[in-house]
């Protein structure tokens, strides 16, 4: 193998990404999210964007029916959040206020933006499936967004913040 998966980890650790909770609503009702950092815009026009979802989680089983799916953008101050909806717990939605998208994709409140889509194609390669949506609404209301970087959450230097917004 040329690179082995630790190194490969480790590798791209060193690539910052923002932090996102995709959700869902489930056929019987219920409200799904799971933290995401590999998330990207992926045309301008047509709006499309994707994200890769790992096949060894209930996070797949919950995006392989949906239809609809909405990707909340975290602030600095949600990073909780993003614990809360990495883990094993039974009701994530428990205690975290949120609203419905026009098609039932729960948008947490606080967030920076949100992008809500429908589901146009899934393309499995390897251990991971990549799930394109078609982006129907996207807001910004901005704020001070949540890092990933080399494993641990980080915050952006305020001196490096866009003035204009
Ligand atoms: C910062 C961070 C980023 C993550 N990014 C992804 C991701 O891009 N794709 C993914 O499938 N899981 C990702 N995860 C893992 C899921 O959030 C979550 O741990 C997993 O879906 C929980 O398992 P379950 O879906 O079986 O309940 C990430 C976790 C963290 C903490």
New binding site residues.
């Given amino acids: 193998m040329p690179v082995s998966p630790e190194q490969f980890r480790k590798v791209l650790g060193h690539f910052a990404t923002g ?1 996102t909770v995709v959700t869902t609503r489930l056929a019987s009702g219920e409200p799904w999210g ?6 990207t815009s992926l045309s301008l026009a047509p709006p499309l964007v994707l ?4 096949h060894g ?4 089983q919950a995006m392989r029916r949906a239809e609809y799916f909405a990707v909340n953008f975290l602030t600095e101050d949600q990073e909780d959040l ?2 809360v ?4 717990l039974q009701d994530r939605f428990r205690h975290v206020p949120h609203s419905d998208s026009s098609h039932g994709s729960p948008l947490l409140e606080g967030c920076l933006g949100f992008v809500e889509c429908r589901k146009i194609s899934s393309h499995a390669h390897g251990d ?1 499936t990549i799930l394109i949506g078609e982006v129907l609404e996207a807001k910004a209301r901005g704020g001070h967004p949540l890092l ?1 970087y080399r494993g641990s959450y980080a915050h952006m230097e305020p001196s490096l913040e866009p003035t204009k917004r």
């Avoid at 994200?51 to 790992?54: A, H, M, T």
């Avoid at 989680?57 to 797949?60: D, G, K, L, N, Y």
């Fill in positions: 932090v799971f933290t995401v950092n590999a998330f994200v890769c979802v790992d989680t209930e996070s797949f993003s614990r909806f990495a883990a094993k991971h990933f």
